[in-house]
């Protein structure tokens, strides 16, 4: 499954502002992680270094639509799936700037613009860490820093497991699910019966989603996603069109597992 746009290439980081370059430089060490995070990843020996964010305001196009049929829109899953790229590129640009190993605790928002009609804003948002210890730490083979939506807490048991962040890999399908005829419509009236077409459309556009997503992975030098999410959202284009997204961390395995120890933990909540 081919990936919108063709593969990737990396640029040095020349995309970030300078003002997000000033910030960058100086000052204390800024994050969202919760203390409990802070503390697992103190504990696998990362240090924060700083919040990081990446945003790119795009422009969603127009395209025709059949409304008797179920097809992909593919023009504006391109859009989609380029603006968020855009952004996690320039997150882990500002990553670069600190020379961190990577990303944690990547979360996503979309926000629609009143600037213009069809405008949103794709902003990514984590904190760069960076392994002090000997054996952790290091940059995936694509030489850039790993970004991952796991929180600290996961992260701590994925490298306790033996398996290493690559990339933050997505995957987007806009889909039209056709309108029903008239006629349809009276013939489902009188009893409960699935409606195939839009069931296949459906299923159709998730696995072009999670087939992207995979792609990604193995472009990116991963052997498995985990966490992966795929969520369905209308972003006002109408009750017909929907987008889904499939999101995850791309992983691979690089040294044995290590001993867990669990222990019994007392609430004293009452």
Sequence with gaps: MPIFGGKQQQTEPTGIPKEATDRLQGGPATSDLSVDELVCLEQL????????????????????????????????????????????????????VLGADGIVGVHMAITRRDWGPDLLEFLFLGTAIRGRNEGEGGRPAHGWPFSSDLSGQD???????????????????????????????????????????????????????????EAECTQFGG???????????????????????AVGTAIIKDKPAGELHPTMVVSLDG
């Excluded at 889909?175 to 299923?203: A, C, D, K, M, N």
């Excluded at 999410?229 to 972003?235: A, D, P, Q, R, Y």
Aim: proline share 2%; charged share 20%.
């Design 223 to 245: 052997t498995g996603v985990t966490a992966v999410k795929v969520t369905e959202v209308n972003n006002g284009w109408g009750s017909h069109i929907i987008e889904f997204f």
């Design 155 to 213: 992260f701590w048991k994925l490298r306790m497991a033996g398996f290493k962040p690559v990339r933050l890999v997505i995957g987007s399908c806009v889909y039209h699910v056709s309108v029903q005829s008239l006629g349809q419509w009276f013939r489902e009236l009188g009893g409960s019966t699935e409606h195939v077409p839009l069931t296949l459309g459906t299923y159709a556009a998730r696995e072009l989603a999670m087939a992207r997503m």
């Design 45 to 96: 020996g990362y240090d924060p270094l700083g919040l990081v964010l990446g945003s790119s305001i795009y422009h969603i196009g127009w395209q025709r639509i059949r409304t008797n049929k179920n097809e992909e829109l593919q023009i504006i899953s391109k859009a989609m799936y380029d603006a968020r790229r855009q952004a996690i590129t320039r997150m882990e640009q500002e990553a670069h």
